[in-house]
């Protein structure tokens, strides 16, 4: 039977190993405030906690167990059409003895980091899911009680510096978390460590295929930057070898100017270094400049003496029309 990646985690974290009571307690409390009713008989009243993955149900069953509860005095029921639901029964006089109660979040939860993982492990088991991040980044946690999920939001944004969002889905709410490194942390902060490296390894892959992306980005833009570039500067150098030849430049511009028509696609540092001696990219820039400079009075002068010399004409077109 194949798991989900949600499944895998889930039951990964029904093993971690508990180290103290206080722990157990802590986790429990995730448990009872993700799922638990409270249910009257005419004998006694409950804590109804209903989870849809087996290993749960053992998993509440052996903390109940590590706290001195005696197995036998809980209840439990398998759903006939669903299969992997159980329904787990706690007389709530068990819970008083253990010091855990449903209405109220054991102080511990906010004053160490570890009781609070403890407590968000119970809450994800029974509440929450994860979706494979192969396909996108997506944890959440949906309840009845808006006010628990505030909680756990405060308490991750003290802790982690992790904040994420709320929405209303029909009669519960939803607090979820789409940034890869956030899931990262909450996973290892439940003790999910198999889980945590899955993920990490995915993020760091994305990562570096998107860094490899915007270096490629980078240097294909530049690439096309630098041709422009280079086109604009021999486009200029042959208009000064044509309208007034290299021979009239002085020796240093010549020389740049004969270089980058020689070595079109060359950068500027790369031009530089063919010179001896050599110079610098801002060097072999200034040099360049000076020659697009050139050029472009040439391309003014050439421009006025055309303007002149149609001004001249029309001027001779009036005198011969007036003579006649």
Do not use: W
């Not at 899931?183 to 999910?192: K, S, V, Y």
């Not at 511009?253 to 990219?281: H, M, V, W």
């Amino acid at each position: 039977m194949r798991y989900t990646f949600s499944e895998e985690v889930k039951g990964e974290l029904c093993q971690v190993e508990v180290l103290s009571s206080d722990e157990a307690q802590a986790e429990l409390a995730g448990y009872l405030k993700g799922k638990g009713i409270l249910v009257k008989s005419s004998t006694d009243v409950y804590i109804s906690l209903e989870v849809g993955f087996i290993p749960a149900a053992r998993r509440i069953m052996n903390l109940m167990h590590l706290l001195g509860v005696d197995k036998k005095r809980l209840t439990l029921l398998k759903n006939r059409l669903q299969k992997k639901r159980v329904q787990i029964f706690i007389p709530t006089s068990i819970l008083e003895k253990i010091d855990i109660s449903i209405l109220e979040t054991p102080n511990m939860i906010s004053e160490d980091i570890g009781f609070f993982g403890a407590f968000l492990r119970g809450l994800f088991v029974s509440t929450g899911s994860i979706t494979d991040p192969s396909k996108h980044y997506h944890l959440e946690f949906v309840s009845y009680n808006e006010m628990l999920l505030r909680y756990v939001d405060e308490l991750l944004n003290e802790s982690l510096g992790i904040s994420g969002k709320i929405s209303k889905m029909n009669y519960n709410y939803r607090y979820y978390i789409k940034r890869g490194r956030d899931i990262q942390e909450i996973l290892e902060l439940m003790g999910a460590t198999r889980g945590a490296s899955h993920f990490e390894k995915i993020l760091t892959s994305r990562e570096i295929k998107s860094d490899i992306n915007r270096s490629l980005n980078f240097l294909t833009a530049n690439a096309k930057r630098t041709g422009e570039s280079n086109a604009k500067q021999i486009e200029c150098i042959n208009i000064i070898k044509e309208k007034m030849g290299f021979d009239n430049l002085p020796e240093d511009l010549r020389e740049i100017a004969q270089l980058r028509l020689e070595n079109e696609d060359l950068s500027l540092t790369e031009i530089g270094e063919l010179l001896n001696p050599p110079l610098t990219k801002s060097m072999v820039y200034n040099r360049i400049r000076k020659l697009m400079n050139i050029a472009k009075e040439l391309e003014n002068e050439y421009e006025d003496s055309n303007k002149s010399a149609s001004e001249n004409l029309i001027i001779e077109n009036d005198e011969n029309i007036e003579q006649d």
